[in-house]
């Protein structure tokens, strides 16, 4: 009796969660906005997750134009049939719209987002070329999904999308190349590592340089010693040469100072025996 007490209670608490939790998904719009605003102004706000709440009516509700700072918009799977009640956002740069039922209408876009640079319409109910036309006029486009739309199983379908849509680099994640598109985040991450290793490995390269110029340097000044004491030596000795030079000349000359005294000497006595 307990174990079953315990069971019953304990599937009772599980599916209490489960609505909760299902209830949490599937809040209305204006309720989760309020949430996700968690005491901020809607003005501080840069990025909005609205993904599984419930649209009314199929339309955006609860949003403002007092979101003028927000950068990224999220709203999967929440049942929008139109876009018509999105408030003027200049500053929205990429727009989640994946997975909801919109089929037209979306020259709105460039009057209320004039810059968004990324567009996600995956899942959604798009036919014809016509429908992505107005896009043209969202000049800063740069990134278009349209994956699980039916548009994408008409001939040559990605060569007239970027005929039409000249300014995109990528359609359904390739470029027009079928070259992937990088994660943005991923890529911001990683290019700040490659800049960290290149950092380090220039600072390695020129430690490196410093160590391997260092002692060639010492080797020239070596050599430079070298040679100013081979000057002084060289100098040194021209100069004990000219002094040795100095001694002989001067003690030739005292030799032959000598000869001429001796001759004299040997004139003079001649001169007087001659005399006598």
């Not at 002084?232 to 032959?256: A, V």
Request: glycine residues 4%; charged residues 45%.
């Amino acid at each position: 009796m307990l174990f079953k007490a315990m069971s019953e209670r304990h599937t009772e608490l599980t599916s209490m969660i489960e609505n909760r939790w299902t209830g949490f998904l599937k809040m209305d719009m204006k309720k989760r906005i309020h949430l996700e605003l968690r005491n901020r102004t809607p003005s501080d706000v840069k990025e909005l997750v609205l993904d599984n709440c419930r649209s009314n009516e199929g339309k955006i509700e609860g949003l403002t134009d007092e979101f003028k700072e927000l950068e990224f918009l999220s709203t999967i799977n929440v049942g929008l049939t139109s876009v018509s009640n999105l408030p003027k956002l200049n500053k929205l740069k990429k727009l989640e719209l994946s997975d909801n039922r919109i089929s037209g209408g979306l020259e709105v876009l460039a009057e209320k987002c004039p810059n968004l640079t990324h567009l996600n319409l995956s899942g959604n109910k798009i036919k014809d070329l016509s429908t992505i036309e107005p896009l043209k006029k969202l000049e800063t486009l740069k990134s278009l999904d349209l994956f699980n739309c039916e548009v994408t199983n008409l001939n040559d379908y990605r060569d007239n999308v970027f005929k039409l849509l000249p300014q995109l680099t990528y359609l359904d994640g390739y470029d027009k190349d079928d070259k992937e598109a990088p994660d943005s985040d991923a890529e911001a991450y990683v290019e700040g590592l490659d800049d960290d290793d290149d950092s380090d490995e220039v600072d390695e390269e020129e430690d490196e340089d410093e160590d391997e110029d260092a002692p060639p340097r010492k080797a020239e000044d070596d050599d430079d010693e070298e040679g100013e004491e081979e000057e002084e030596e060289d100098l040194s000795g021209e100069e004990d040469e000219e002094e040795l030079d100095g001694k002989e000349s001067d003690e030739d000359n005292e030799e032959e100072e000598r000869g001429l005294k001796r001759k004299r000497d040997l004139d003079e006595e001649a001169e007087e025996e001659e005399d006598d």
